[in-house]
C-alpha cells in the first residue's frame, strides 16, 4: 500500500477571533437538509401503518425526532477543506480535525441519492450522514486525497 505524502505545511491555526470558519483557508461545504428532511417525510408517512400496528405512532415520532436532530445538525456543522485536512466546525470553534495524511479510504454510498459519507483513518473508521452537497464534496476529496480512489478499498482493508 502506498503512504499517504506527507505535508510540509502547517496545520490550520484557529483564530479565537473569528466566528466560525475562514473560507481563505480552504472551501466550506454548503449545507443541505434533504436527509432530514427525508428522513422527517419518511416518519410522517409511517403514520399509514397505525391501522395495522398500534405502535406506529411512537415508530413515527422516533423518526421525525432523529430527522429534526439530523436537521439541527446540518445547521450547525459545517465541514472545511484546508489544506492538509479536514476541518469540522460547529458555530465558530472547531470540533475535529482529520489530516489526511492519515486517511486510508473513502466513500460516498448510494452515488445516485448519496445518503452516507464514510471515510477511514489509519486509527478509526467514519460513517457520516449527508448534511453536505454530495458532488461539492466529492470534488474536494478528489482534489485533497487524490491518492486515494473511492471506488477501490484499501490493500489492507
Not at 409511517?46 to 436532530?69: R, S, Y
Request: hydrophobic content about 50%.
Amino acid at each position: 500500500m502506498a503512504s499517504a505524502p506527507f505535508s510540509t505545511e502547517p496545520p490550520v491555526t484557529v483564530d479565537p477571533a473569528r466566528s466560525g470558519p475562514d473560507p481563505a483557508l480552504g472551501a466550506v461545504l454548503a449545507p443541505r437538509f434533504w436527509v432530514a428532511a427525508g428522513v422527517v417525510i419518511l416518519g410522517i408517512a409511517l403514520l399509514t401503518l397505525k391501522p395495522l400496528w398500534g405502535g406506529a405512532p411512537w415508530l413515527t415520532a422516533t423518526v421525525v425526532l432523529f430527522g429534526l436532530v439530523l436537521a439541527l445538525q446540518t445547521a450547525l456543522l459545517r465541514l472545511q477543506f484546508a489544506h492538509a485536512e479536514l476541518l469540522v466546525w460547529r458555530g465558530s470553534t472547531c470540533i475535529r480535525r482529520f489530516p489526511y495524511a492519515e486517511w486510508i479510504s473513502w466513500r460516498l454510498f448510494w452515488p445516485p441519492v448519496p445518503v452516507i459519507f464514510y471515510f477511514r483513518e489509519q486509527s478509526s473508521i467514519h460513517l457520516l450522514p449527508m448534511l453536505f452537497e454530495a458532488e461539492a464534496l466529492a470534488e474536494q476529496l478528489r482534489r485533497h486525497l487524490p491518492h486515494l480512489s473511492p471506488e477501490s478499498p484499501p490493500d489492507n482493508a
